[in-house]
């Protein structure tokens, strides 16, 4: 249990995370830590993953990182990623295959698809995100502290992106596959985790985007997982399961505070809240 000072505290550092990344820096201007944070990023993608894995236009693994950063989690086709990036798909596959592999840029795949026509990008830090979107969407973010007028837009898309970065860690950590997304009637279910019929789905109820979390956690249906055997089309025939659903949330409802409790029991189905703070804290 934490009081009010504590959980404002937490809440706030969940916030800094989402502005700086987590990095160390040895200077206090913010324009010098841009400027380095940036090009470290660049020289990343143009000299290290694009000679590692022989890429003979690297200035495409930049502009596909500056997509997701302008998209940041929205669904996307992959004939509009070939048409702006000009390559084929099998190019924009490998692409991203490099840009997975060096943690700069993850896909999230539809956990209903067994054959991928659509995919959402995430770059893995929150930085890359603030120095690769347009100023006038990211105004206010580009400095380390926080301002007096909140950019809510852009900080919910920057608590989309950390949020999946975290997703990944946990998928690792209990072994999931992957981490997919699903839409519902009412909404997105933005991260699935999956490993042997065992479904986790995590919905972000983000401001000020806050509105049909219970909603789209009961309409979750897990049986419309379809995940083909490695290496092959065949189906695996797994029970899907998924008794817990959870929604990450920067302000927990009514309800929550009053009962002193993260879960609400909705008929067979428990809807599990996460402060989006503690979220960030499970390994």
């Known amino acids: 249990m934490f009081d009010a000072d504590d959980r404002n505290n937490l809440h706030d550092a969940a916030r800094t995370y989402l502005r700086t990344g987590g990095t160390l820096h040895q200077t206090d201007d913010p324009s010098i830590r841009n400027d380095l944070s940036k090009s470290h990023f660049l020289l990343f993608l143009y000299k290290e993953l694009a000679k590692h894995r022989s890429i003979q236009q690297p ?28 390559v084929d798909r099998r190019t924009v596959d490998n692409y991203l295959d490099v840009l997975d592999e060096g943690i700069a840029v993850t896909e999230s795949h539809d956990y209903t698809l067994r054959r991928y026509r659509r995919t959402r990008l995430y770059l893995r830090n929150p930085r890359h995100l603030v120095l690769l979107s347009q ?70 109820s983000y401001h000020p985007h806050t509105g049909n979390a219970e909603t789209i956690a009961e309409e979750f249906t897990p049986e419309s997982g379809q995940h ?39 008929d067979e189905t428990s809807i599990c809240y996460l402060p989006f703070w503690l979220f960030l804290l499970i390994c």
Request: no cysteine.
């Open 59 to 86: 200035g495409n693994l930049h502009r596909l990182s500056s997509i997701a950063a302008t998209n940041a989690g929205e669904e996307l086709q992959y004939t509009d990623l070939s048409d702006q990036i000009g």
């Open 135 to 204: 100023r006038q969407e990211h105004h206010g973010s580009e400095a380390y502290e926080q301002q007096d007028t909140l950019n809510h837009e852009f900080e919910y898309k920057l608590a989309r992106t950390v949020a999946f970065d975290h997703a990944k860690r946990l998928a690792f950590n209990v072994g999931a596959y992957d981490v997919e997304y699903t839409e519902t009637e009412s909404g997105l279910v933005d991260y699935i985790l999956h490993r042997n019929g065992h479904v986790l789905p995590f919905i972000l």
């Open 228 to 266: 083909t055997e490695s290496d092959s089309e065949e189906l695996q025939e797994f029970d899907y399961q998924a008794p817990y659903r959870f929604v990450i949330t920067d302000s927990l409802p009514k309800e929550a505070k009053e009962d002193e409790s993260l879960i609400i029991e909705k």
